[in-house]
């Protein structure tokens, strides 16, 4: 039986904060902050194993200019996979 593929508007995967990095231009001033997240996946976790079947794997890096956007390294984060209205 062949599955049938997902259409959706919609996809969601989590993600783990696996670095961040610090670029310093000034002396006070530690911005922008890289992020780098990679898809995780626990067998022993139900969640993950419903989310690894239909969802993405791989790696998001991302910098970060506003000081009030912080992400944790080891912390686990869902990232949301919306399309954008086209202009």
Same mark, same amino acid.
Do not use: E, L
């Given at each position: 039986m062949t599955e %049938?593929? *997902?259409v959706s508007t919609r996809v969601r995967a989590k993600f783990?904060? *696996?670095s961040e &990095?610090?670029?310093r231009h000034t002396p006070d001033q530690d911005l922008p902050v890289t992020y780098r997240f990679q898809a995780m996946y626990d067998a022993g976790l139900p969640e993950d194993e419903r989310l =690894?079947?239909?969802t993405p794997s791989g790696h998001v890096e991302i910098q970060v200019d506003n000081p009030r956007v912080e992400? &944790?390294?080891g912390q686990d984060y869902y990232l949301d996979f919306t399309p =954008? =209205? %086209?202009q």
């Open positions: %049938q593929p *997902i783990r904060c *696996i &990095t610090r670029t =690894a079947k239909y992400f &944790t390294p =954008a =209205a %086209q």
